[in-house]
Structure formats: structure tokens, C-alpha cells
């Protein structure tokens, strides 16, 4: 058996660890004689362990009392279109900010059901950049402001939280949600595809404040209304009790860590060392400026794109894979979530060395 370092950005590597516990775990879980695949979702043992996941959730980001925390299926998209059901009436503005292509799609999908205003837009940068708040031009009485905070495409991270006032701030965190310590209370809906920090893809975690649940449409497809999931406990209908249940191994791994602070050091070297092995270079490219610069997913360019291929053969064989940038952009993408050790950015950069010795 040999596992590589997996760079990809979503569905990404998860932690060796947690694979062992799941394998171990698969045919009997704890005795019951059974994979957690096979129970019934309204069983003792599958309710212990939603509740155990959604505890370790609560804990790890500190969520505070008044806020529901749903496990929903339809990965983070699905949730582009039931922030509008639940949070807009047809004639109600949404602002948007968009900085990129996931920004971008959430607000082609709210155009559907409300007026999404784009308040700030990072098009003009070519996304490099974030538009500083002062230039946002928000709606008076918004529904909400949605934002992005890790563009995973293009490597843009806000690294501190927008002022919006009283408005619900709505913040797609699948890309970055776990790999710090982030105040809760300062948002209205957190939402999270699960296959980037979390774990298997279709999973989504919604972190929904209270006050804002009950004002979803009459005709709000009912798996997609907050409220109803809410007083169902995420289960009003059978939920993706295996994808709970890995969210929750690896939640618990989270704490084993020393929770986010300790994640939060270690994401912050990771990312420091493979920015200043591209910065230091004179070979590797970063296009993103310094202040948004992700600490999830890196983005870099060769001098020349004939190289990419040769590039991508030599990580490969040397056990580095899934380098190779978003489709929509080219060049490379390094993605060093929460279950990137040191070591596989050490690797990279050794290799990216390496390449540029024989090649620069
Ligand atoms: C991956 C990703 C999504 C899409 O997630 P799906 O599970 O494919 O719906 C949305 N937003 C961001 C920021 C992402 O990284």
C-alpha cells in the first residue's frame, strides 16, 4: 500500500487516520454487527452519531446556542439556490460580492428567485484581489449580503470578516471552513460542501442563525427549507448517514489535533512556506496579491505553459498528484487543506526546486 500527497481541491485527500478508523469500523460498527451504511438513520446508535458530529461541530467553531447546525445533501450548490428560498421574497435585493468563479455562480443562481446585486466586484483585477468594503455599494434593507470567503479557483481568501451591520451575512466557507477559528456570531448562514475540509462530497453543513429561520416561501421545495430540516433534526427525510458519520470521524480527528488554533498555526507555516518557496523562486508565479492570498488552495504558473505537462509527470512520479489548476485557468493549483501535513508541502516544494534546477 503507499498513499501519495493528494493536492487536489475537492473531492481532497482526508486524513489517513480516519480512513483507518473507518476501514476498521466498516463491517461491525461498535458492536452493532454492521457498517454505519447499513442502520436505520432513526436507530440509537446512527441518532448518537449525528449528535456526536454535530456536537464536535459545535465545539471545534464554537457555535453558539442560538444558531442550527443542518446536515443537508446537495453539496454547497444545492444551498446557491435555497438561500434565496429561504431568505428573499421575488421582489426582495440580495447583495452579492463577487470575487471569482464560485462567487459568480452563487449569484447566477439567486438571479433565478430574487434581484442578487453584485455590490463589489473583483472582475476588473482579473479576481486577484478583494474589493476593499469601503467600495461595496450595499442595498438599504438587503435580504442579505452573501460572500465568499475562499475562492477556490482562484486562490483569493478574505482574511478577516466584512462589516455589514444588521444585514445576515452569508458566507459559502466550503473551502475554508475548519482551517481556523472563526467568530459564528458575526454571520447569519454559514454554509460548507463537505469534500474539502469536512469529508465526502454531497454532504453540506448549514450553520443558520434562528432568527432567520420561518421565512422561506410558500413553495420552497421542503428539503431545501431550513426551518422544516431544522425541526426535523436534518433527517426529514434519510439523510447521507454515511457522509454524517465521516464528517464526524473527522471532526473528531479536528480535536485531536488541538482544535482550530492548532489548525490555524499549522495552515498558516504550510501556506507561508509554499508562497515563499513560489515568491523566492524567480520561476513560479502567484497572481494573487499578498493581503488575500488563500491559505487553502495556491495557484501558481511556470514561466512558460510547455512546461506544465513535464511539470505534472515529475510530481506525479515523485507521489505528488492532482496539481494541475482549475480548467478554467491553467498552470497549477496546490490545495493544502486541514489533511495536508507538513511533510506533503515539503515534498512539493523540494520537487518544485528540483524541477527548477533542471529546467529554469
Ligand atoms: C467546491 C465548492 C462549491 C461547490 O460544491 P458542490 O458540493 O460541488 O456543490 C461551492 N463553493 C465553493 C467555494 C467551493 O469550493
Not at 435555497?82 to 449569484?107: E, F, H, Q, R
Not at 515523485?318 to 478554467?328: N, T
Request: aromatic share 10%.
Amino acid at each position: 500500500m503507499s498513499r501519495v500527497f493528494n493536492f487536489s481541491a475537492g473531492p481532497a485527500a482526508l486524513p489517513a487516520e480516519v480512513l483507518e478508523q473507518l476501514r476498521s469500523e466498516m463491517l461491525d460498527w461498535h458492536g452493532q454487527g454492521m457498517s454505519v451504511m447499513e442502520m436505520s438513520h432513526r436507530g440509537k446508535a446512527f441518532v448518537g452519531i449525528a449528535q456526536q458530529a454535530e456536537s464536535d461541530l459545535r465545539e471545534l467553531l464554537a457555535i453558539p446556542a442560538n444558531y442550527k447546525v443542518l446536515f443537508l445533501q446537495g453539496g454547497a450548490t444545492a444551498q446557491f439556490a435555497a438561500i434565496p428560498y429561504n431568505l428573499t421574497k421575488a421582489d426582495s435585493v440580495a447583495d452579492y460580492v463577487n470575487t471569482g468563479a464560485w462567487s459568480k455562480k452563487a449569484i447566477g443562481e439567486a438571479k433565478r428567485y430574487c434581484k442578487a446585486n453584485v455590490a463589489a466586484d473583483a472582475a476588473e483585477g482579473n479576481y486577484s484581489s478583494i474589493p476593499a468594503r469601503a467600495t461595496w455599494k450595499l442595498t438599504p434593507g438587503a435580504a442579505y449580503v452573501h460572500y465568499t470567503p475562499n475562492e477556490t479557483i482562484g486562490g483569493v481568501e478574505f482574511h478577516s470578516i466584512p462589516d455589514v451591520g444588521d444585514v445576515p451575512l452569508v458566507a459559502d466557507m466550503s473551502s475554508t471552513i475548519l482551517s481556523r477559528p472563526i467568530d459564528v456570531g458575526r454571520f447569519g448562514v454559514i454554509y460548507a460542501g463537505a469534500q474539502k475540509n469536512i469529508g465526502p462530497a454531497g454532504l453540506v453543513v448549514v450553520i443558520v442563525r434562528e432568527d432567520l429561520l420561518g421565512r422561506a416561501r410558500p413553495d420552497t421545495p421542503t428539503v431545501f427549507d431550513w426551518k422544516a430540516m431544522a425541526a426535523d433534526g436534518s433527517m426529514l427525510n434519510t439523510p447521507a448517514t454515511y457522509s454524517w458519520y465521516v464528517a464526524g470521524v473527522v471532526f473528531q480527528w479536528l480535536k485531536r489535533q488541538g482544535g482550530l488554533a492548532a489548525m490555524e498555526k499549522l495552515n498558516r507555516a504550510k501556506a507561508e512556506k509554499l508562497y515563499s518557496a513560489i515568491d523566492g523562486s524567480g520561476f513560479y508565479r502567484n497572481p494573487v496579491q499578498r493581503e488575500c492570498r488563500s491559505w487553502m488552495n495556491v495557484p501558481f504558473v511556470l514561466p512558460n505553459a510547455d512546461l506544465d505537462k513535464p511539470f505534472l509527470e515529475g510530481a506525479k512520479a515523485a507521489g505528488l498528484v492532482s496539481l494541475e489548476g482549475h480548467r478554467s485557468v491553467g498552470g497549477m493549483r496546490a490545495s493544502i487543506y486541514n489533511a495536508m501535513p507538513m511533510a506533503g508541502v515539503d515534498a512539493l516544494v523540494e520537487y518544485m526546486k528540483e524541477f527548477q534546477r533542471r529546467h529554469g
